[in-house]
């Protein structure tokens, strides 16, 4: 088992609609976690971070988190063709205060 | 505000040529730095990490080195490279477990 899964993808999703990624981890004991944007051929760049369970929201994005479940999930909302790229899913290795485990990511294609 | 300066941009390489890329942060001291791979169509492979000068911890035993001479200066050598070294190198930082990434360099070996 992977320490971070996520579907490779690709998710596609009609403009306007909601995008929903899903991120999974096996270390019951992570307590940081991030979402990262990738666009192509550019480097990641951090989205949101999440520490405790429940939703966090930040403009039209939204991270759970149900560490009871070990999963984390990015929401976007009214999904634009700009949103379109691989994201990337972070969680801190296991007794480390700056090491993060990364998921493969998941390719989201918005479709005007 | 903080800034990671990351060059250069990209790189062709011959087989058996070595290997100098440079990151530097701005804006703060004492960063956590990283060297991540990232190979075409791959996740993120952590090569190289340091929590302060001249101590570089290696995740993947390997023909690369990184070097950490500045407190905000972050360096990955390789004397010899590899056809499979080719790869999208990216410099982080970090002051705790949340990273920022540099631009990148895309290094293809020839």
């Known amino acids: 088992q992977k320490e971070v899964e996520q579907n490779s993808g690709p998710l596609s999703v009609p403009e306007g609609a909601i995008a929903s990624l899903n991120c999974t981890y096996s270390d019951r004991v992570s307590q940081s976690f991030f979402w990262y944007r990738q666009y192509s051929g550019k480097s990641p760049e951090l989205i949101m971070s999440?520490?405790s369970n429940g939703d966090k929201e930040d403009g039209r994005f939204t991270a759970q988190l149900n560490k009871a479940s070990q999963y984390v999930s990015l929401l976007i909302r009214d999904s634009q063709p700009s949103d379109s790229a691989t994201y990337l899913c972070a969680v801190n290795k296991k007794d480390s205060n700056y090491q993060l485990i990364w998921g493969a990511g998941t390719k989201l294609i918005i479709k005007p | 505000s903080q800034t990671i300066h990351q060059w250069p941009a990209t790189l062709v390489q011959p087989v058996g040529s070595p290997l100098s890329l440079e990151c530097t942060v701005e804006g703060t001291s004492n960063p956590n730095l990283y060297w991540y791979r990232q190979a075409a169509g791959r996740g993120l492979q952590l090569l190289f990490y340091?929590?302060?000068?001249?101590?570089i911890s290696s995740e993947v035993p390997q023909n690369l080195s990184a070097s950490r001479p500045q407190d905000r200066q972050f360096i990955l050598s390789s004397k010899k490279l590899l056809l499979s070294d080719s790869g999208f190198y990216l410099c982080?930082?970090?002051?705790?477990?949340?990273?920022?990434f540099g631009q990148g360099t895309r290094l293809t070996v020839v």
């Open positions: 999440i520490y």
């Open positions: 340091s929590v302060g000068i001249g101590q």
């Open positions: 982080a930082w970090g002051p705790g477990t949340v990273t920022f």
